[in-house]
């Protein structure tokens, strides 16, 4: 079973997905930085991130959101749990979730053992390869069979993906931003270059008054209908300092799509009777 990512055409665009692994996350004692930087290192490819899990250490839940993302159109990066500690689960339950075994990576073997000598060098002692602690440091190249690595700037110790038969691929990197985000850039940039968004994308959109979404969503099934190539957004508030209660009501896309399917949506608000307050124009 090959888990290397594999080519994905233009007109496949699959998802974007991220997910947290870690009971800190979840018990507040650190806070997730890898979703804004998911969302900036996409955004900069003229990618978007589509959906988030957050999964605490149990390896039960982690096996089922893994599984979920291996059967999902998705292109995923999954942060955090490959270490080798009793509360690192996560390589064990990437083979779960695809049905196979584990087995030491010859490259990530080789990467590991570079590190321990480096350390040692550091540290001004011999290297000693069957120290227990050094064969135990092995098990961080212990991935799912047929799983590719991922380079590590930071320390050489390297991260893995792996290809589901469903179609999704996962990108399993360390938890320490210092890490994994250079490692999620390299992902990005060696394997989809393909799918970058190098064309303008703007979004424009309109303040609407005394209306509710449920009113306005035929107004937006019609438009995604009749344009499909842009995004139709609603963004609900209660309380804005400034507009009070509104909806900012909007489309997204290339500028000469967007410059289509603006004036439908404006039409589109005229039989509601409802108040239009400023336009919003946003690169």
Known sequence: MNHTPHPLSSETRPEFGLIIVGDEILSGKRADKHMPKAIELLSARGLTLEW??????SPERITRTLARAFESNSIVFSCGGIGATPDDHTR???????????????????????????TAKEQ????????ADNV??????????GASIIPNPYNKIPGFSCHGQGGGTVH????FPVMAWPMMAWVLDTHYPH??????????????YGSMEATLTPLMETLEREHASVKVFSLPSVDHPVHGRHIELGVKGSPAQ??????????????????????????
């Open 52 to 57: 988030a899990d957050y999964v605490g250490d």
């Open 92 to 118: 064990q339950c990437a083979a779960r979730a695809l049905g196979v075994d584990l087995e030491l990576h010859p490259q990530a073997e080789a990467l590991i053992r570079e590190r321990m000598q480096d």
């Open 124 to 131: 001004g002692i011999p290297y000693e390869p069957d120290r």
């Open 136 to 145: 135990h440091r092995l098990n961080m190249g212990v991935f799912p069979k």
């Open 172 to 175: 399993f990197v360390p938890g």
């Open 195 to 208: 799918l970058f968004q190098h064309e303008a994308w703007i979004e424009k959109s309109v303040v609407v």
């Open 258 to 283: 967007v410059a289509l399917a603006y004036p439908a949506l404006l039409a589109g608000l005229q039989p509601f009777g409802v108040a239009l307050g400023p336009e919003l124009v946003r690169p």
